[in-house]
């Protein structure tokens, strides 16, 4: 479905190469030749750009909590540690939570 038939000069060798896609450049050789030097490039710049790239947002939802901020707002409930991750396991600590206030 691609150019059946038709013919492009490598740009690099300028060899006659069966087209095979429209963004084709190259011969099968010289193709192989250039993903390997492509990849070895962007690694290069991926190097050099270091810590600056792609700087990761930041989810607070997801955050884990320590340790101790989990103890403590498991008290605050009045649950112990152990009920506490059960109810977030669970999804039920939004209901725990609301029941515990209306029963305020
Ligand atoms: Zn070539």
Do not use: H, W
Not at 23 to 33: D, L
Not at 78 to 83: A, E, K, M, S
């Amino acid at each position: 479905m691609f150019f059946a038939g038709s013919y492009m000069a490598c740009e690099k060798c300028g060899k006659q190469t069966p087209r095979r896609g429209s963004r084709q450049k190259f011969c099968p050789e010289c193709a192989k030749a250039e993903s390997i030097k492509n990849v070895s490039e962007k690694q290069k710049q991926l190097f050099d750009e270091g810590g600056r790239r792609r700087p990761r947002p930041i989810a607070p939802r997801t955050e884990p909590k320590t340790l101790s901020e989990v103890a403590k707002e498991a008290r605050s409930l009045g649950l112990t540690y152990g009920r506490y991750m059960a109810l977030i396991q669970s999804g039920g600590l939004e209901g725990y939570i609301r029941e515990k206030e209306r029963g305020r």
